[in-house]
């Protein structure tokens, strides 16, 4: 995934220097797209478990009878479980894991946004998604897709709450859903919406593809200009690294000072290594880390 093309500006003097033209991947949406994939492999091998389950339950006289015979051979009490709710219960709780997880990547991502610092304050009735939105997109244009992928992340939401907070809230039409969901090209061939009580793997897809959409999204909106990274790095400096990222040390790099070119190469793999930026593709942001390591 590629995430640039919105560039950020403050009309502060350090902006002078241009503006990113590459590839810019936020570490918050790296881990995103490593947590849903994570997600889709468990949910993928849950639901083959689930059916092969089920295929052999049938086989052996109704799943209450088979699910008492395999607690007895693994010693494993699970009778009270109802296994035609397995599917369902199953998917429920996929979503809750990518709710959290989308949920992690949007307080993330507004910790490591350049221009954050200046956004105006959540209101209490925003969500989290709605107040990010709001600042890093606004009233600017989005494709139809974009826009279907918040009403489907909105709907699986509804029914993440429903499942731990026993909302209310009223469904939303399906028949609308479904509409977005076949209008969709990544989408289209799967199978929902689904209501709440007939929820199964083809929502955790849908909804998967949906927040790693509207994550895209907020990304292509948020490329920061190249001294907009150079303050990024340096504001990571001497502190703890993310999970998944390595620590910034700027100080170690000094030893290189005599040796130009591997002073850049090493400064080009820390810039590969937290924004995913390519190799001799920003020499501006190199040009002026070293510099202030030669100071």
């Not at 894991?97 to 992690?104: K, M």
């Not at 350049?114 to 989290?128: D, G, H, I, N």
Request: hydrophobic letters at 40%; one cysteine or more.
């Amino acid at each position: 995934m590629t995430f640039c093309r919105k560039v950020l500006t403050t009309g502060s003097a350090i902006n002078s220097m241009p503006s990113l033209v590459t590839s810019f991947r936020y570490p918050s949406a790296r881990r995103l797209e490593l947590m849903l994939g994570r997600i889709d492999a468990i949910a993928a091998f849950s639901e083959l478990s689930i059916r092969k389950f089920l295929s052999a339950a049938a086989c052996a006289g109704g799943p209450g009878q088979y699910l008492r015979s395999l607690s007895t051979e693994y010693h494993i009490n699970v009778t009270h479980v109802d296994p035609n709710l397995l599917p369902l219960r199953i998917t429920q709780l996929q979503i809750v894991s990518i709710h959290q997880v989308f949920e992690d990547f949007l307080d993330a991502f507004k910790g490591e946004h350049p221009l954050s610092f200046s956004w105006s304050a959540r209101k209490q009735e925003e969500t989290k998604l709605d107040h990010l939105w709001a600042n890093v997109v606004g009233s600017g244009a989005v494709t139809s897709e974009t826009q279907g992928e918040l009403v489907l992340v909105e709907y699986y939401r509804f029914a993440r709450n429903r499942f731990l907070h026993g909302s209310t809230k009223k469904q939303p039409k399906l028949t609308d859903l479904h509409e977005i969901v076949r209008q969709h090209p990544a989408l289209r061939k799967c199978s929902g919406p689904n209501g709440y009580d007939g929820l199964n793997f083809e929502d955790v897809v849908i909804f998967a593809r949906s927040v790693l959409g509207v994550a895209q999204a907020l990304c292509r909106n948020s490329i920061p200009t190249e001294a907009q990274v150079v303050a990024m790095v340096r504001a990571l400096d001497g502190k703890d690294a993310a999970p998944g990222l390595p620590a910034v040390r700027l100080k170690e790099y000094r030893k290189f000072r005599h040796n130009a070119k591997r002073l850049h190469g090493k400064l080009s793999t820390l810039l590969h290594s937290l924004y995913g930026i390519q190799p001799g593709s920003s020499p501006a942001v190199i040009a002026e880390l070293a510099s202030g390591l030669l100071a």
